[in-house]
């Protein structure tokens, strides 16, 4: 894998396709600075070797237009005080302004320049947008995995304007690594923790994933249209009908390649889809009717913990119940525990997608897993085995 290592900066500017979409409060305050403490160990080599940086981003969804909220003018300070260095914001992304702000850059300086998303060519994937980023630098680094599944302008079209001197940065990189290590070369047993709302949304990551891995827990809302497929009394729960022979075929071809799938065999059931509702623990196959399975119960949390403490390498996506209701949380938090220690006993650990990150920083597991993936999207594509299109394009 060509990294940030491969290249000296000594007098050269680096192109670095950044994640800086950070939300802001009504004072335009940055509110969660993850992702740019998370770029910061890429910008900091490139200046340490002595080089410059020309720092890109989106923000928010402008769809092409100019709108001042979106500016990156209002990270401008945030940057600053994580990087410890005098950051230069201009106006402009690309174009005479740009190009010049650029052409000034001496070794050690940070440009920052204007939210790419205000020019609707970047989310097209427009080729002449991209040339004109690409005069901004000598090395195009891309470290925005955030992003790395679309084919924008700056997160995939750039790139081949660099010949050779294209690289991942290091969150790029150590994001490949940990899929990586999952999918193609993590320690046996390997197990996959999957829940969430739906099978529907789910589903090509499970059939992706049935050939790495050798136990599967299926917890969340997807529970249901397992047991309901294989003649369970699921009451009100939620339940795709049409993806129940899905499930079948799930379980059959994971019988046939020796995966051992778990699902809970109890559910604490609520007679209403809020926090506030009654509740009772029943088995998963006898829900009675008017009532929901809203999280995996204690029997269940008691066999997750066994498959998770002998697992080597584990991947988490998706909580196993609604996580959001305080009263639904218990089996979402457990797994959370039983992984903590797992990872503790030197287990690998990798969190990724949508909600499961969530979940993950809302009960404060985040240093308590090996690594806590930056991408919803990119991640959820990755597991599904798609090739990202900021990926192939450093490869290529
Ligand atoms: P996903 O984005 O597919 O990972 O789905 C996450 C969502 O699934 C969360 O918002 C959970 O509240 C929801 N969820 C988990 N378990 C259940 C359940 N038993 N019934 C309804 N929704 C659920």
């Not at 249901?224 to 939620?238: E, L, M, N, R």
Request: aromatic share 8%.
């Amino acid at each position: 894998m060509i990294t940030i290592d491969n290249f000296n900066f000594e007098n050269k500017k680096a192109l670095i396709r950044v994640d800086f979409n950070v939300p802001l409060n009504d004072d335009f305050e940055v509110t969660d600075a993850t992702r740019i403490h998370a770029a910061r160990p890429t910008i900091i080599k490139v200046l340490e070797d002595g080089g410059s940086c020309v720092l890109m981003s989106h923000m928010g969804r402008p769809k092409g237009e100019v709108r001042p909220g979106l500016s990156l003018k209002h990270i401008e300070k945030a940057v600053d005080d994580i990087l410890g260095v005098d950051v230069r914001f201009i106006d402009a992304t690309v174009g005479p302004k740009a190009e010049e702000a650029a052409a000034s850059l001496k070794p050690g300086e940070v440009l920052m320049l204007e939210n790419l998303r205000f020019h609707a060519e970047e989310t097209k994937g427009d080729e002449h947008f991209a040339k004109q980023l690409s005069k901004l630098g000598d090395i195009y680094v891309n470290d925005a995995f955030g992003t790395a599944h679309r084919a924008h302008a700056s997160t995939t079209i750039a790139a081949k304007f660099f010949l050779e001197n294209k690289c991942f940065g290091y969150l790029l990189a150590k994001e490949i690594e940990s899929i990586k290590k999952v999918m193609e070369s993590g320690e046996k047993p390997v197990l996959a923790v999957l829940g969430g709302a739906k099978v529907s949304s789910k589903i090509t990551i499970i059939e992706n994933i049935l050939d790495k891995v050798d136990h599967m827990i299926i917890g969340g809302g997807m529970t249901y249209t397992f047991v309901k497929a294989q003649g369970g009394q699921i009451g009100d729960s939620i339940c795709e009908d049409d993806k129940q022979e899905l499930a079948l075929e799930i379980l059959q071809k994971a019988k046939e390649k020796n995966v051992q799938i778990h699902l809970p065999v109890d559910v604490k059931a609520a007679d209403d889809f809020s926090n506030g509702a009654n509740t009772q623990i029943v088995a998963v196959d006898q829900i009675p009717e008017g009532w929901q399975g809203l999280d995996a119960g204690p029997r269940s949390f008691e066999n997750f913990k066994q498959v998770v403490l002998e697992s080597k390498t584990i991947l988490w996506n998706g909580p196993m119940g609604v996580f959001e209701f305080e009263n639904f949380a218990d089996g979402t938090i457990a797994l959370g525990n039983f992984i903590a220690e797992a990872t503790e006993k030197g287990a690998f650990s990798l969190v990724g997608g949508g909600d499961s990150v969530a979940a993950v920083k809302q009960f404060g597991f985040q240093d308590k897993v090996s690594y806590v993936s930056t991408g919803g999207g990119a991640m959820l594509e990755s597991l599904e085995g798609k090739t990202l299109p900021g990926i192939a394009a450093i490869l290529g």
